[in-house]
């Protein structure tokens, strides 16, 4: 299922390179850092700290706890890439957050403990850890969801029911997101091409999910990811090893011609040609366009032609940079929270609650997409916000890992009830 990937002069997504006489950002109180400044004489008000905001009020925590759990996740995070990529008995790894933070390592074999002992060697936050057996490895498990994806596209009359699909890997579970769960269940319950499923439909799970995801895209200083676009959001500056050459990337569904809206620019550069694309991975057309198909939403435009340089940092709120220091697999950051910075919604955080989403319909078989949540409903990802940069806090807060590249929100016309949002492009595989 995700044998397919993006060809390899394109697989370093993220722009490491640090620019000649680019300052790094101060290290600073962690919950207000002060922002990049063009010069020593000029004031910028302090903002909180997304993450630990939207923290603190999802866990009830105190804001030097939130901090405290928020640093070590990008720790943890590595553990389970690793554990991952050398372990064949791996079945999933997730932050838990409640009653106590830790990370959860799940394995098939029953020396779980012994396995997993040599990775957390000088690991000062090892009793944190907790190591489980599950009956199905990550890679049968994704198997497994795409044989339900299958069977499940030949049952009429799910199209008005059937939002999404994916897997809650702490469970090992197939999940279907529906605004009727419980109507749904009995459609497929009674269809007789269900009958087929790998596994019954007690063992499945049934999601509540108000309403589609839809493409979250509206009808001459350093240009950061999280500058606004016209209609859309600029996500990570790219790198490509054939020519090395820097790139802006954004939303692949986003239009070709666009513009920038540059917040600190003068009005005389705002509306400027982004520049040509050069590559292009768009999964809302029909046949869809580029090499990944309906499994990612990129494109990336040659910018030197309008003389914008590229650094490797994001706008994180309307004030504030961070430098992008690294990129996390999406397999080890379910249960993460994740931060993202779009035109429409500005700063919204919540939590990954998904790593193999795939909103029906429009996206064929593709369970290639990472469902981030909140619980509480608000303007969380909103219409102008496709292509904005998904990341994670690091490094004591100063830094920050890349994830991905919002491709579409939950509730499309951005009424005040968006609970959710899907970001793709997995960017280390």
Not at 248 to 257: D, E
Not at 286 to 300: E, K, L, S, Y
Not at 326 to 332: F, G, L, V
Request: net charge negative; glycine share 8%.
């Amino acid at each position: 299922m995700f044998s397919r990937t993006i060809p390899r002069v394109w697989r370093a997504v993220f722009l490491f390179l640090v620019a000649a006489g680019i300052l790094l950002l101060p290290a600073s109180h962690p919950r207000s850092l002060i922002a990049q400044t063009e010069s020593a004489d000029e004031t910028v008000a302090e903002e909180p700290n997304p993450a630990v905001v939207f923290y603190t009020k999802a866990l009830n925590v105190s804001e030097e706890e939130a901090w405290r759990r928020l640093m070590l996740q990008g720790p943890m995070i590595e553990v389970g890439n690793k554990i991952a990529e050398a372990e064949p008995t791996y079945a999933g790894s997730w932050l838990q957050h409640e009653p106590e933070f830790r990370l959860v390592i799940a394995l098939t074999a029953p020396e779980g403990q012994a396995i997993v002992a040599p990775y957390l060697q000088g690991v000062e936050w090892a009793n944190a850890v907790e190591v489980v057996q599950r009956p199905k490895t990550i890679a049968e498990l994704e198997a497994l969801l795409n044989q339900v994806g299958e069977v499940t596209s030949r049952v009429e009359g799910v199209s008005d029911l059937l939002y999404g699909m994916g897997l809650n890997i702490p469970e090992g579970k197939v999940q279907f997101y529906s605004p009727t769960p419980e109507v749904l269940r009995d459609v497929l319950g009674r269809a007789p091409a269900f009958r087929a499923a790998p596994v019954a439909l007690e063992e499945m799970e049934f999601v509540f999910q108000a309403q589609r995801l839809e493409p979250a895209v509206l009808r001459y200083p350093y240009l950061l990811g999280g500058t606004f676009l016209d209609g859309c959001t600029a996500s990570f500056p790219v790198f490509r090893h054939a020519d090395l050459r820097r790139y802006m990337s954004t939303a692949g569904h986003c239009p070709n011609h666009i513009t920038v809206q540059h917040p600190s620019a003068p009005s005389t550069m705002s509306g400027i040609y982004l520049g040509p694309v050069v590559t292009e991975n768009n999964p809302f057309v029909t046949p869809p366009v580029g090499p990944r198909g309906r499994q990612a939403d990129f494109q990336a435009h040659a910018t030197t032609v309008r003389d914008f340089d590229l650094t490797n940092m994001i706008r994180i709120n309307s004030t504030e940079n961070r430098r992008v220091v690294s990129s996390t697999r999406k397999a080890t950051t379910w249960g993460a929270a994740v931060c993202k910075y779009g035109r429409s919604s500005g700063s919204t955080c919540g939590f990954v609650t998904n790593i193999n989403y795939r909103p029906v319909d429009t996206w064929g078989d593709a369970f290639t997409y990472v469902l981030v949540g909140t619980p509480f409903p608000g303007e969380f990802a909103c219409p102008g916000d496709s292509g904005a940069p998904v990341f994670l806090f690091v490094d004591g807060g100063p830094n920050v890992a890349g994830l991905g590249i919002l491709a579409a929100s939950e509730a499309g016309p951005c009424d005040g009830s968006s609970q959710s949002f899907a970001y793709t492009l997995d960017i280390r595989t």
